[in-house]
């Protein structure tokens, strides 16, 4: 049996819709999900290409929309850094 894209976005999205009232959830779309796990992958130490293999991507170019940082989390990544503040904003050191 062969199904259509549209056959198969409309199964999903019923599917997803029964998901979330079983957990007592507010629906929202299917890709919100896909975005969420991919989103917790990178946060959890998934590497991007991880992270696009997971979701099929063809080329890591589209994965990198999961790459931002949160400001919390590039305080982690920046504080360890050696040299100054000053060194790092101006490219000289002090």
């Not at 056959?7 to 979330?20: D, N």
């Not at 991507?57 to 919390?72: E, F, P, Q, V, W």
């Not at 100054?84 to 904003?89: E, G, I, K, S």
């Amino acid at each position: 049996m062969r199904v259509c894209g549209r056959c198969k976005a409309e199964i999903l999205g019923k599917v997803t819709k029964m998901g979330y009232a079983r957990a007592g959830l507010a629906h929202t779309r299917s890709h919100m999900l896909r975005h969420t796990m991919a989103s917790r992958l990178l946060a959890g130490g998934s590497s991007l290409k991880e992270v696009a293999d997971v979701l099929r991507h063809r080329s890591l170019n589209t994965t990198l929309i999961y790459a931002k940082l949160d400001s919390g989390r590039l305080v982690e990544v920046a504080l360890p850094w050696a040299g100054n503040c000053a060194a790092a904003t101006t490219g000289r050191a002090s």
